[in-house]
Every structure is written in C-alpha cells, then in structure tokens.
C-alpha cells in the first residue's frame, strides 16, 4: 500500500495567506462618496476603507487613515489644504495631514520578507510504500527547488509592482497643499494619522 504525503504542497496552501498583494490604483473623479460637512461655503465629501488586502492590514495597524476626497469652494476664498484647511473630529481634535513620501513608507509592502518562502527549498514530495511490514519511501521528487524559487520570487515581483503603483497615486493624488481656488472642486486622497474611523468636520482658518 502506498501513502502520499504533499507536505510541500500543504505548507504551499497555508503560505497563501501571507502571500504579496496588488494594489488598483484610485479613481477619483468617479469615486461615489458617503459622508460629508459643510461650512462657510466649503464641502467636504470624504470616504474611509479605500485601500484593500495587505495596504488596509498596514493602515490598520500603523494608524493611519487613507481617505477619498472630494473638496467644494463655494466661498470667495482660496483655501489651501494643511494651511488654512484642515479636518478634524467632532470634539474639535485637529488630524495631522501627511505627506504622501511619509504613508508610502509606513505602508508599503516589504518584498524582502517573501525571502522565507526559500525555507521550501529543501522540501520533498514523495510516496511511502509498505512493504513486509516496512515503510519505503519511493518517488522522491524535490518539489522544493520549484516552489520555493517560484513563490519567492512571484511575491517580490508582485510586491515591487504594487508598492510602484501605491506610490505613484499617493503622489499624484494626495490634495496636502494644493489649493482650491473659489468655485473650484478638488478630488483625491486625505491621509490622516487617526486609529479610529471618526466624522470628519472642516476647519478653516
């Protein structure tokens, strides 16, 4: 009778869980939004939850808080974002507003951590056939030299792709420091240091 054991291939499945992530890059002149505040002729249309996989786990537990915006002047006033525009929580609390080389490096994934997915390397696949009362390992097949190149290198790849994009729209779209001129909308990404998903109020000063 032979019994197969795909060790390799169990501990392949459970590494799965850890494995790199994409990451889809913002839409933000037709994101739908789902909260907003209002003053002194400015809107604030924000969303929260916007980043997925392994960036959402990181903003989790970083405390930081990646948000869609969309800002509306109405006023006679040019207001610029982090200067004399600033978000804050109903009990007056003003967020620190971050810049986008700041959240990169706090969230980004780390593609040398994928090295330990080489730890495969020695793995076998085999077959044990009883024979006579005796176990035999037949088949042997070095499934490790394939699996642990390939899942390593796979998740770099993916890792390096993802962060590439993460950034690019971090530095396109965060609105820290841009201003909006009267009648004009700005859309694109607030980044918050905040552990907690609260509403957000408008302060202008």
């Known amino acids: 009778m032979r019994h197969f054991y795909p060790i390799a291939l169990l501990m392949f499945i459970l590494s799965l869980q850890s494995c790199a992530s994409g990451y889809t890059v913002s839409d933000v002149s037709t994101r739908s939004y789902v909260s907003n505040d209002s003053t002194a002729g400015v809107t604030l249309n ?3 939850n916007i980043l997925t ?8 537990k970083k405390e930081i808080k990646v948000l869609a915006v969309k800002i509306e002047n109405h006023s006679d006033t040019f207001y610029t974002v982090g ?34 997915y080489l730890l495969l390397t020695p793995l076998n696949l085999q077959t044990i056939e009883n024979k006579n009362g005796f176990q035999e ?16 290198g796979g998740n770099m790849i993916v890792a390096g792709s993802a ?43």
């Not at 996989?53 to 989790?60: D, H, I, N, Q, S």
């Not at 390992?137 to 390593?152: R, S, V």
């Open 53 to 60: 996989k392994k960036y959402a786990k990181k903003e989790r």
């Open 46 to 48: 924000y969303k929260y």
């Open 83 to 116: 200067r004399n525009l600033n978000v804050q929580n109903g009990s007056g609390f003003e967020y620190s507003l971050l810049d986008s080389e700041m959240a990169f490096s706090t969230l980004k994934q780390k593609p040398a951590t994928y090295l330990f």
């Open 163 to 205: 962060n590439k994009k993460f950034k690019a729209d971090l530095e396109s779209n965060n609105v820290l420091g841009k201003t909006i001129k009267p009648g004009e909308t700005l859309d694109g990404l607030l980044i918050i240091n905040s552990a907690t998903f609260e509403s957000l109020r408008l302060k202008l000063k």
């Open 137 to 152: 390992a037949k088949n042997i097949f070095p499934i490790g030299l394939i699996l642990g190149p390939a899942i390593t």
